[in-house]
């Protein structure tokens, strides 16, 4: 393994592409978790980083969302409670490479601005406040108070707060959060676009409108004790590793596991547990005991086929297949969607999902068979114009056998970035319900505004059409994150001021408006002491349990300020000392804060209490704790009833999805091994089925560009070499941020408004 040398950037003409594995971690994955700890901070402070991560005692993972198993449950944390991936993210953030002053003043905007994403994140963490004045070449050092009247008076002259958009990253603690949308609140607009509108915001609008609550239905333990665990459109050993450990343990309690997945993921067929013998000397434990490879957005056409069938043996043998007293007592709308799926189309689910009917039958039978069964789900649903009603579908399966609220049974949405699901809970939404406003005026005696804002595509059109000027991230990467590269970075550059609240450099910094700020905040490894002593935060997992996080390095630099702190102290510099919300109490005394929180967020009663229970709680679901529908329109669960519907490309063309390699996370670029795919030292390629590149006349390695098909204009993204993959036929996949530029910004999913990144007709232009 060569180390990732800070000043070398990523040189496509060196990717080497190989075999891809049929398994997942193993050896490899301890070696590679040693590796990068090493490179990014050393021997000593890799084991006193990873000893801490995810521990009751330590802090969470900066990386996914996946949960930890909870003593009140009967389950026991591991020694080592982290993943590959987990483990580069925590040495990405507690690297000892620094960015001071003097690589600014070394390095010119123009000159970071072409460089990769790769490059600028290796170069270590930001130490001071820099500001890009207008017509500057270079960042320079600025004070923390000038940063903060600078933002001030830019927000303060603008016309209205609606110019304004406010971003947040997934990142972002509880406390950071609830101060955030009560800063942006406060101010006079609900523009708070977040990360969850470009991933699982479909997941959100179809569940409330299927259960009333728009989060999963399921804990740990029920993974566990599943009889059947349907994995659809995820790739768990890449994107959320930890989780092949509950399957593992599932299959070892007996359960089965269905893959539904367009290509055949590592993660998804065999797991080598680097924490049991079976796993460094063995074979491992194979997950999957049924694959179906199906076309990218056929999903709704296999749910909806499996509820004709099971509504078929239903009719053939009565009282044996569907729950009917749960569909009587606890559900809404069967007899239309009975209607709607009798009368199913099987030579659409034949073109839709490139599946053999015998498969589906195959699969129907599992789930008719099984009395406890969980549907997982991540990307690969939610990023479709039909996501919302696809999910709908596989919620109408689960609530034919009534699946949900019951032990080892349910819905669960595997969220992605750690905390999104918290952000979301302490009111980073555009458009949160009236009795949280109603709350949150109430308790701090402000007016709040009632209209909705912008999420990410309506912030970026905003942003084109001159009616955003000021952009404010609280972490993350929005210029790599979001679709229709060229355009997104047109729209933030034409913005009076950007301002990024950040721990490492991105692109986002180099995407800048007239004038811009980087503002260098602590990592969630790194202590944080205020006036009122040492603070610590709170986070929500993907399954709604709540605990805290506590960083123990010192911090990266001594001009670092916390994401609390510096929120306060712009609250401050833009209202006043004598404004009604107490900002320096919160900055002082983060117990201040959760005081508030235990006040406006429902659920959260005794919130400074609670979190210091050793595992924290669990936030209340009604569907899952009793059975309750109590948030939907009719007090019931509600079938959905959908048209039929699923992408097509036209003859030559293919269907394009964005992924990540095993060496990233999000945004963030760890190095260039994809191991499981078999892609080496580069990104720049296409996966696409040997047989479509045989039909399109292109060579196994050739050179293309990739050009989307959209009906304002083509785009392009360049130089891609081809790697014949066993993916399904016409589909064809790509690594994001680099095929983001292909994702037509009004190519959305509806009612979620989410980027349709897993369904781009592309054709394949070869450079000759």
Not at 147 to 152: D, E, I, M, V
Not at 439 to 444: D, Q
Not at 445 to 454: D, L, N, Q, S
Request: charged share 25%.
């Amino acid at each position: 393994m060569a180390r990732n040398a800070p000043h070398e950037d990523i040189d496509e003409d060196r990717i080497r592409v190989g075999k891809p594995k049929e398994w997942a971690a193993g050896i490899p994955g301890v070696a590679v978790s040693l590796w990068r700890g090493w490179e990014q901070m050393g021997t000593g402070r890799t084991v006193r980083t990873l000893r801490l991560l995810n521990q009751q005692e330590g802090y969470d993972c900066p990386g996914c969302a996946w949960p930890e198993p909870r003593e009140t449950d009967g389950e026991h944390r591991k020694l080592a409670e982290f993943c590959e991936n987990g483990a580069k993210a925590v040495a990405e953030e507690a690297t000892t490479r620094r960015i001071g002053p003097e690589f600014f003043a070394e390095h010119s905007i123009t000159e970071l601005a072409d460089k990769t994403d790769y490059w600028l994140g290796q170069q270590g963490r930001l130490t001071h406040p820099m500001v890009l004045r207008e017509g500057a070449t270079h960042y320079e050092p600025i004070s923390w108070d000038e940063a903060f009247q600078l933002t001030a008076r830019t927000l303060r002259e603008l016309d209205s707060p609606d110019e304004a958009m406010f971003y947040t990253s997934g990142r972002t603690s509880n406390e950071a959060a609830f101060v955030y949308q009560l800063l942006v609140r406060a101010f006079g607009t609900n523009n708070l676009p977040d990360c969850s509108n470009m991933c699982h915001e479909s997941s959100g609008a179809a569940l409330s409108q299927a259960t009333g609550i728009g989060k999963g239905t399921v804990t740990l333990a029920d993974l566990h004790h599943a009889d059947l665990i349907v994995v659809i459109g995820q790739n768990p050993g890449t994107n959320h590793p930890r989780m092949l450990s509950a399957l593992e343990q599932a299959k070892a309690n007996g359960a089965k596991v269905i893959a539904v997945n367009p290509l055949p993921e590592a993660g998804l067929l065999r797991f080598k547990n680097p924490q049991n013998v079976r796993g460094v000397a063995g074979k491992g434990s194979a997950l999957a005991d049924e694959f179906c490879q199906i076309k990218l957005g056929g999903d709704l056409a296999l749910f909806q086929a499996i509820g004709h069938l099971l509504l078929s043996w239903e009719d053939a043998a009565p009282g044996t297949v569907l729950d009917t007293d749960f569909i009587e007592s606890s559900t809404h709308d069967f007899a239309d969607y009975e209607k709607q799926v009798r009368a199913l189309d099987w030579s659409q689910v034949d073109e839709a999902t490139g599946l053999s009917r015998e498969q589906i039958a195959k699969v129907a039978g599992m789930i008719a068979e099984s009395k406890r069964t969980i549907y997982c789900w991540a990307m690969g649903l939610t990023q479709h114009a039909h996501s919302v009603p696809t999910i709908a579908e596989v919620a109408n399966v689960a609530l034919l056998r009534g699946m949900i609220g019951k032990p080892g049974a349910g819905l669960c949405p595997v969220r992605g970035h750690s905390n999104v699901q918290g952000d979301r809970t302490m009111g980073i939404w555009e458009k949160m319900p009236e009795p949280f406003l109603a709350a949150l005026e109430s308790e701090f005696g402000i007016p709040v505004p009632r209209k909705h804002g912008y999420d990410v595509v309506d912030s970026i059109r905003a942003m084109r059409d001159g009616r955003g000027t000021v952009f404010f991230a609280v972490g993350g990467n929005f210029a790599s994150a979001t679709p229709d590269t060229e355009l997104t970075e047109r729209a933030l550059r034409s913005c009076e001021l950007t301002v990024h609240v950040s721990t490492k450099l991105n692109r986002s910094h180099v995407v800048h408006g007239r004038t811009a700020l980087i503002l260098p905040t602590l990592g969630r490894t790194e202590r944080d002491v205020q006036a009122g002593g040492e603070q610590f935060v709170t986070v929500e997992d993907s399954m709604s349990a709540v605990h805290a996080s506590r960083g123990r390095l010192r911090p990266a630099s001594d001009h670092l300020l916390s994401e609390v702190a510096i929120l306060c102290r712009l609250a401050r510099a833009l209202f006043g000392d004598d404004h009604a919300v107490p900002w320096q109490a919160f900055e002082s005394d983060y117990d201040e804060i959760r005081e508030r929180i235990a006040r406006v967020v429902p659920g959260c009663t005794d919130y400074n209490a609670r979190v210091r229970e050793p595992d924290g709680f669990v936030l209340p679901n009604p569907p899952r704790d009793s059975r309750q529908f109590t948030g939907t329109l009719t007090g019931k669960a509600m079938f959905g009833v959908s048209e039929l519907e699923y992408p097509t490309a036209p003859r030559g063309r293919l269907l394009l999805q964005t992924l990540r390699s095993h060496d990233q996370y999000n945004t963030t670029i760890y190095g260039l091994s994809d191991r499981y795919r078999g892609v080496e030292d580069g990104r720049r390629v296409v996966f696409v089925n040997p047989a479509d590149l045989t039909e399109l006349g292109i060579p196994d390695g050739e050179l293309v560009d990739l050009v989307s098909e959209w009906s304002d204009h083509e785009r392009r993204a360049e130089r891609f070499r081809v790697v014949g993959y066993p993916t399904a036929r016409g589909c064809a996949a790509a690594y994001f941020p680099e095929a983001n530029a292909l994702v037509p910004l009004d190519s959305v999913a509806r009612t979620s408004n989410t980027p349709t990144s897993k369904a781009i007709v592309v054709r394949l232009e070869q450079r000759g």
